[in-house]
């Protein structure tokens, strides 16, 4: 049976004013370049699944069925959650944009079912 994993435990410290604003630009760069690493990824896997999808055996199609649900679905939504980290640290991503137009449809909608 395997061991739990030990959790790190960050010890604050006294007078601490938390990050500075150079370290939180440079944390919001970090995660912009992992956003983009992760971007890749999951438009070579996109590539992957359509390829599979169009192919005419029933295992092709299963593998992109596979790969939508357990690899497209749960990575976008990583890379909205990343996103909204980003972009409380002030920075952007690809998904910036689509993530403001989104929302503003949400409200369209809500409006909608209102009437």
């Given at each position: 049976?395997a061991k739990?994993?030990?959790?790190?435990?960050t010890?604050?410290?006294k007078?601490?004013?938390g990050?500075?604003d150079?370290?939180?630009?440079?944390?919001c760069?970090r995660?912009e370049?992992?956003?983009?690493?992760?971007?890749?990824?999951?438009?070579?896997v996109?590539?992957?699944?359509?390829?599979?999808?169009?192919?005419?055996?029933e295992?092709?199609?299963a593998?992109?069925?596979?790969l939508?649900?357990?690899a497209?679905?749960?990575l976008?939504?990583r890379?909205?959650?990343?996103t909204?980290?980003?972009e409380a640290?002030g920075?952007?991503?690809?998904y910036?944009e689509?993530?403001e137009?989104?929302d503003e449809e949400?409200?369209?909608?809500?409006e909608?079912e209102?009437?």
């Amino acid at each position: 049976m395997a061991k739990p994993r030990k959790t790190r435990t960050t010890k604050s410290r006294k007078g601490s004013q938390g990050p500075s604003d150079e370290k939180l630009r440079t944390l919001c760069t970090r995660l912009e370049v992992v956003f983009a690493g992760l971007d890749a990824i999951y438009a070579t896997v996109s590539v992957c699944q359509r390829l599979c999808a169009k192919q005419d055996g029933e295992d092709e199609r299963a593998i992109a069925t596979v790969l939508g649900r357990s690899a497209l679905d749960p990575l976008f939504r990583r890379l909205k959650e990343l996103t909204r980290v980003v972009e409380a640290l002030g920075g952007q991503t690809a998904y910036s944009e689509d993530m403001e137009n989104d929302d503003e449809e949400d409200e369209e909608d809500e409006e909608d079912e209102k009437d």
